[in-house]
């Protein structure tokens, strides 16, 4: 059971209507972001430490590491993230209000190995254009996995929906402050990620380096 602080964190799915509405779910305005498959919380935590003005959504499906997340944010006191346990495909393409969001995460999902678990994975043609119907016009989608030929099979069905544009493909930041709790384990592991993020194919100009939120 979570605690009260915790519980305050939470969006209960079954509160959220039809359709978010991002500033009643935070009690804010600013720029939004989703972490699909946030996992125990880490990445968003730091994240929303570093970036107060930005609004965080952690999803997770799997109840241990979500109740997880939802401790570690209340303990902190973090005003700027809420985290929801429910299946982020379905929130995506049903819940989340068209040109809401600025980035959506993908980091290190499942990429589910077997063939006949393939149906599994999240990223999907249909997943892809959820997402670019999620995103305002220059917003971005972050992807990262440490799997280099499934890094190739999330870029190829990207770029296939005919959404997105590559803006930065490379190593994942293994060294930066901000990662992930799968990118620490692999780092010590020594293990090589990779990450990219992509535009808006309607977005006429790439943003500065500079100004990208990683």
């Known amino acids: ?3 009260d602080s915790a519980q305050a964190v939470e969006i209960p799915a079954d509160q959220l209507g039809s359709q978010v509405h991002w500033e009643a779910v935070f009690g804010s305005d600013g720029p939004v972001e989703i972490d699909v498959g946030c996992g125990r919380g880490m990445y968003l ?8 003005e930005t609004l965080f959504l952690g999803i997770e499906v799997v109840p241990k590491p979500f109740y997880v997340a939802c ?7 973090i005003p700027n993230v809420r985290l929801l346990r429910a299946d982020a495909r379905e929130f995506l393409a049903e819940q989340t209000p068209p040109a809401s969001v600025s980035v959506v995460h993908l980091q290190f999902p499942d990429p589910w190995p077997k063939k006949k678990h393939h149906k599994r994975r999240v990223m999907t043609p249909e997943f892809a254009a959820s997402v670019a119907r999620a995103l305002r016009p220059d917003g971005a989608l972050h992807i990262a996995t440490d799997i280099a030929d499934y890094f190739d099979e999330l870029l190829l069905v990207v770029e296939a929906s005919g959404a997105f544009r590559l803006v930065e493909e490379g190593r994942y930041d293994a060294e930066g402050e901000i990662v992930t709790n799968f990118a620490a384990k692999y780092r010590e592991q020594g293990r090589e990620m990779h990450e990219a993020w992509l535009a808006l194919d309607a977005t006429d100009t790439a943003a500065p380096a500079g100004d990208a939120p990683f």
């Open 45 to 52: 935590i730091d994240a929303a430490s570093a970036r107060p």
């Open 71 to 77: 401790e570690r944010v209340a303990r902190r006191a």
């Open 1 to 3: 059971m979570l605690t």
